[in-house]
């Protein structure tokens, strides 16, 4: 049986509403090496960018349901290593608190990657996770977690602080808050709140709405750079 996610067919005559909701449904039952990944190639697209923009060597994944994108970017850090020499010691920390379906996906211990089993409320996290980190360490975070309000501010909250000037907070699944976008009406909601409130309190990041490069994401508000505090006031006045 081959491994490829459902066949989309892009109908010029219908809605584009109804080709983004066909390529939504896609994506939640793609695979990168066999394994369940559930990101569109578009917004992967952009991670290629940001991890390259901000050579980034560390990728801090918040959700890792089955490891299909922890393995995805371990793989790419290890290529920005490995054959273009732009980074040194690639490191995947993926955190979830059940990795039952990541274990049986990927092993308990795949090369390069880092399962640290965890609730996202543990106050402890942080250190926990600084803990493991090389000494100058570049990280790139990566919200996927439950799409809901509280559990997005609190991992920008505690989590912010791993994202050096330069870097990124990716914040997933936005769609949530946006009627046009959001599959399903009972998903959470709260995401794009959370992100609001986040960065009121925060000037040193900003939205970086024009790295929605490819005209799909699932992602709309959710691509943030921390700048110098100086350049945050300017950005948010």
Sequence with gaps: MELLPPYVE???????????????GQHVKDVYAGVRI????EDLRVYEHLLWISRADTVIELGTNHGGSA?????RLTTMATTYGR???PRVISIDRDHTKAVEAIGAAPPGITLLTADLQDEDLPDRVSA???????CLVVEDTLHAYETTKTALDRFARFVPVGGFFVVEDGIVDVPDLRPDKDLPRGV??????FLAANPDFRVRRD???????????????????????????
Aim: net charge negative.
């Design 38 to 41: 559930q990101k569109m190639p």
């Design 71 to 75: 393995l995805w970017f371990r793989d």
């Design 132 to 138: 493991l980190l090389a000494p100058g360490a570049r």
């Design 192 to 197: 794009l709140p959370a992100i609001h409130d």
């Design 87 to 89: 980074i040194e010691e």
């Design 211 to 237: 790295l929605e490069r490819y005209g799909l994401t699932c992602f709309p508000g959710g691509f943030l750079e921390r700048v110098n505090a100086l350049d945050g006031r300017e950005a948010a006045s």
């Design 10 to 24: 892009a109908d010029l005559t219908a809605p584009l509403r109804d080709y983004w909701l066909k390529r939504e």
